[in-house]
């Protein structure tokens, strides 16, 4: 019931197409839904968060879409870029816990 | 400005020889997390200090211990690496506490200590 399910493993997509990361969970309790992007060699780095509150949160070409009946939570990069290509770990948390279950990761690659 | 400063970047250590890692913030977060990363796998906790409350996650080898001497430091000491334990240790911090803005739960993630194992 901890664990945050991430797919797909993998992705290659053209440049200026649409990335779309997926990631699931069972525990009702999250209450803290963040995206983190890391390059190689580099410590993760918050890309956007979100709340159970709302169904969607944009910041620049990153957006998420948040479906609490099917807890399920998702990462959509518009105009992809090169620059992009991380790799890209949903997590999961909630307030009283001070701890992340982070899903297993998925490496993107943007081609030129 | 730097948030969360991890020294040394890189750190070569024989097999059974102890290391500690460091691990600084400016940001005055109240919680600090210690994470192992191993190539291509998601960041494994380890143990967290809620302020001097010190939180050990159920797996993690009795040879990791921690110490928080004040708010802003943490130290990862490993007492007899093996091979095993060469990974990425990242260092993060929370604000932690009450309230529900986003950055309450927030995770501030350093750049990491690439650990080498001969």
């Known amino acids: 019931q901890q664990q945050v399910k991430q797919s797909p493993q993998s992705l290659i997509v053209q440049k200026g197409g649409i990335s779309i990361i997926n990631c699931a969970y069972e525990n009702t309790a999250f209450d803290y839904f963040p995206w983190y992007q890391q390059f190689p060699g580099k410590g993760p780095a918050l890309l956007i968060a979100i709340r159970p509150d709302v169904s969607e949160k944009k910041e620049g070409r990153f957006t998420i879409s948040f479906n609490k009946s099917a807890k399920q939570f998702s990462l959509h990069i518009m105009d992809s870029q090169p620059g992009d290509s991380a790799t890209y770990f949903c997590a999961a948390s909630s307030m009283v816990a001070y701890k992340y279950i982070f899903g297993t990761g998925t490496r993107l690659k943007v081609l030129a | 400005d730097a948030m969360v400063i991890q020294n040394p970047r890189y750190q070569v250590t024989q097999f059974g020889k102890p290391v500690t890692l460091s691990c600084s913030q400016t940001?005055?977060?109240?919680?600090m997390y210690w994470y192992q990363q191993k190539s291509s796998q998601a960041p494994k906790l380890l143990f967290h200090?809620?302020?001097?409350?010190?939180?050990n996650e159920a797996d993690t080898p009795d040879n990791f211990q921690s110490r928080r001497p004040n708010t802003s430091f943490c130290f990862l000491d490993i007492r007899s690496p093996g091979l095993g334990d060469a990974a990425m240790y990242l260092c993060a911090t929370s604000r932690g506490g009450s309230g529900d803005t986003l950055d309450t739960d927030t995770q501030y993630f350093g750049p990491g200590t690439r650990l080498t194992v001969l």
């Open positions: 200090y809620y302020d001097k409350d010190f939180n």
């Open positions: 940001l005055n977060h109240n919680v």
